[in-house]
């Protein structure tokens, strides 16, 4: 019964996970746009997410024989230097608009997670209400 309950959730909070390390990228890249040297940090996670639905496989990890299944898998989100060419003399290659742009998709994308994820645990709040009556 529990074991497919928080699959959904699980997704949105691993979609959560990365939708926020790539806010403190942006974030760390706009704070460097003038750092001499600095190349721009770009963080990816959705092949993973696809991987993970493809598959249907989750890695549990257990502390307990009798936890709920629902463990924590081996999702990380990437993070990777982009050494593409500079167009400033200083070997910058931080361009404050493409990462204005990028924060506000970011941001949308975190949004829309964040209600999709509360409208999962609304829906077990109604399952839990509904059933005790």
């Given at each position: ?78 993070v990777v230097e982009d ?17 204005s742009g990028d924060l ?30």
């Amino acid at each position: 019964m529990f074991k497919g309950m928080y699959n959904n959730v699980n997704f949105y909070q691993k979609a959560l996970d990365g939708t926020w390390e790539r806010h403190k990228a942006i974030s760390h890249n706009m704070a460097n746009e003038n750092t001499p040297n600095y190349k721009r940090k770009i963080v990816t996670f959705e092949d993973q997410l696809k991987q993970s639905i493809n598959s249907r496989k989750i890695d549990l990890t257990k502390t307990h024989k009798n936890h709920i299944d629902v463990g924590r898998s081996s999702f990380s989100p990437m993070v990777v230097e982009d050494k593409s060419t500079s167009y400033r003399i200083d070997g910058n290659n931080v361009n404050i608009d493409i990462e204005s742009g990028d924060l506000a998709k970011n941001t949308i994308m975190y949004d829309a997670l964040v209600r999709q994820i509360t409208g999962e645990f609304d829906k077990i709040k109604n399952v839990i209400t509904e059933g005790s009556k």
